[in-house]
C-alpha cells in the first residue's frame, strides 16, 4: 500500500506493524515505509509527519534518516523515538531497535534518555549508542550528543578520537569534545547525571587533557542526587584538578582512579 501526500503541507500517516512478527520502518525527510517478513508493505510519500508504531515485546527496527544539509535533533526514550527537522517529523513507536543518521558537518544533536533500569551509554566520535534491557538506540554522525540518567545504576563510557581531546568532569556530568582528525568533523558527548564514568583519551595525538571539578558539600550533608561517584580516567596524559579556584596539574601515564563519593 502506497499513498501520496502534498509536498509542503502538514499531513500526517500513521504506519501500524503487525503483532507478533518482525517489521521493519525505514524513513527519510520525504518518505516511511513499515514491512514485515515480505508480507505487507506501506509506504508514505510526501507526508510532513510520519508515525510508525511498533509493537512491544517484538524485535521490530526502525532506521531514522536525516535531512542532510540542514540542522535536525533526536529525541529518544524507551518506547519512542523522533527525528525532525524543518520540513518533517519521523517517529518510531514500541520499536525494540531504532539507528538513526545524521550528517557529518550539520551540527545535529541527538538526546538520548534513560529507562527505569540499569543502562549503558557508549559514545565515540562518530556514533554513541544508550541501550537497556528493552530497548536499543543508536545515533551516527550527530555532532552533539547528551545522554541523561535519571533511574537505574547507569554507566557511560566516552572515547575518544585520535587527535587532541578535552574531558570536562564535574559532580553531576562528563563531557568529552574534540575533532576526528580523520574527517576534520568536532564531536562533542556529554553524559548527564549518571552514576559512573569511564572516559578514553586514547589517542595517538598524545595531548589528551582532563579537567576535573570537586563538588562542594556543607558539613553533614548527604549525597545529592544525581551525582557523580566514580569517574575512571584511561590514556590521558595531562590532568588538571580544580577546587575553590585552586588547579594543580598532574602529568600522567597509567590509569587514574577518581573517587567523587564514596
Request: net charge negative.
Amino acid at each position: 500500500v502506497r499513498a501520496e501526500g502534498t509536498p509542503g503541507g502538514g499531513d500526517v500517516a500513521h504506519l501500524n506493524g503487525a503483532p507478533g512478527r518482525i517489521d521493519t520502518f525505514i524513513g527519510g525527510p520525504s518518505h516511511g515505509e513499515l514491512s514485515g517478513d515480505a508480507d505487507y508493505s506501506l509506504r508514505a510519500d510526501s507526508f510532513r509527519n510520519v508515525h510508525a508504531h511498533g509493537n512491544a515485546g517484538d524485535d521490530d527496527v526502525a532506521t531514522l534518516n536525516d535531512d542532510p544539509g540542514r540542522f535536525d535533533e533526536l529525541y529518544a526514550c524507551p518506547g519512542e523515538v523522533k527525528l525532525s527537522g524543518e520540513e518533517f517529523l519521523l517517529r518510531a513507536l514500541s520499536f525494540r531497535k531504532v539507528y538513526a543518521e545524521g550528517t557529518p558537518g550539520d551540527g545535529d544533536v541527538a538526546r538520548l534518555h534513560d529507562s527505569a533500569t540499569d543502562d549503558t551509554f557508549t559514545a565515540r566520535p562518530r556514533w554513541a549508542k544508550l541501550s537497556g534491557d528493552t530497548f536499543f538506540v543508536r545515533a551516527d554522525s550527530f555532532g552533539y550528543v547528551l545522554a541523561y540518567s535519571t533511574q537505574g545504576d547507569d554507566v557511560a563510557m566516552l572515547h575518544g578520537s585520535n587527535g587532541k581531546d578535552v574531558f570536562v568532569g564535574k559532580e553531576n556530568f562528563g563531557k568529552l569534545r574534540g575533532t576526528d582528525p580523520t574527517t576534520g568533523v568536532k564531536y562533542f558527548s556529554r553524559a548527564l547525571w549518571f552514576g559512573h564514568l569511564h572516559v578514553y583519551g586514547a589517542g595517538e595525538d598524545r595531548r589528551d587533557v582532563a579537567v576535573l571539578h570537586d563538588a562542594v558539600l556543607e558539613e553533614d550533608e548527604t549525597q545529592p542526587v544525581g551525582m557523580t561517584q566514580v569517574a575512571w580516567l584511561y590514556e590521558f596524559e595531562r590532568i588538571r584538578e580544580r577546587s575553590d579556584g585552586d588547579e594543580t596539574i598532574t602529568d600522567v601515564v597509567d590509569q587514574v582512579f577518581t573517587v567523587y563519593w564514596q
